[in-house]
């Protein structure tokens, strides 16, 4: 290998390697300015990491603590590092990454937590949609089999064993507060996070009863009456007003038109 290949491939080393690996190959060249540099740019790597995880999950990096975040986004730039120069979408596998580390095993909704996070920032990123509230007409000439919803961008459900949605709204909103979202996590209770995008704001909040389910299977292109058979005790009559205000709900079709022009439900 010629002395460039070398250096090159010690600089890749010292971004992305596994630590006591990229010692062996940067070894070699520890001397003067390129030792230096070598040095340089792994600090900026990892603070790059940690600056781009922190961006994309701030709730989770103030239950950790800045150190410990640190090591976490230090450790998920060697293990996976980017495939793409645009940081923005680099930061998706930290939830299993979390999920499967043995120091934070006695710590399991922080997975969860991480995972709402993501929602929210795929949900930031989405393509624009523009609501058309007068296809609800629709709803008056159409019987349920052959309706679908079009929900807002970035709608995603994160069932958890855990209150994740409290706990996430009381870090970025203090709603519910962190007193009472800490009894929640204590008693034990769960929660689906519901995450869309209303305009131009992330939302989050609790999922109703039945409305995972519901809003689960409206992902899944099922038609209204399927989705309904899957939402158990959810009022659709009061789902519906609510998702309107929200934003949750863009618009409705019928399941000809969707399956004719591939749109999302």
């Known amino acids: 290998m010629s002395p460039l ?36 740019y792994q ?25 410990s975040f640190e090591a976490l986004a230090c450790a998920l ?25 043995a120091q934070l095993v006695d710590e399991p909704y922080l997975a969860d937590v991480a995972r709402v996070e993501w929602a929210l920032h795929r949900a ?14 629709l709803l008056t000439v159409h019987e349920p089999a052959q309706l679908a919803l079009r929900l807002a961008p970035g709608t995603a459900v994160i069932d958890s ?10 870090h970025l909103e203090a709603s519910p507060t962190l007193e009472e979202a800490g009894q929640r996590l204590r008693a034990g209770l ?4 519901l995450v869309w ?22 992902l899944g292109r099922g038609s209204l009456a399927a989705a309904l058979d899957q939402a158990g005790p959810l009022d659709f009559s009061l789902w519906l007003s609510q998702a309107v205000y929200s934003g949750l709900l863009l618009a409705i079709t019928t399941v000809s038109a969707v399956t004719t022009t591939g749109a999302p439900p």
């Open 5 to 40: 290949a070398q250096q090159q491939q010690a600089l890749l080393m010292a971004l992305f390697g596994a630590p006591q690996d990229a010692s062996k190959l940067i070894a070699p060249h520890t001397h003067g300015a390129w030792a230096r540099g070598l040095q340089a």
């Open 43 to 67: 600090s900026n790597g990892h603070a790059l990491a940690q600056r781009s995880l922190q961006a994309s999950y701030p709730v989770l990096a103030q239950l950790l603590g800045e150190e």
């Open 77 to 101: 730039w060697h293990a996976q590092p980017p495939q793409c120069g645009d940081m923005a979408l680099w930061g998706e596998a930290l939830p299993a990454f979390v999920a499967a580390s």
């Open 124 to 137: 930031a990123t989405a393509a624009d949609a523009e609501p058309e509230l007068a296809t609800l007409a």
């Open 161 to 170: 064993f855990y209150p994740v949605a409290s706990i996430v709204t009381a």
């Open 190 to 193: 769960g929660e689906a996070a």
């Open 197 to 218: 995008r209303q305009g131009f704001k992330p939302r989050l909040r609790a999922a109703l009863p039945g409305e995972a389910a519901f809003v689960a299977a409206l």
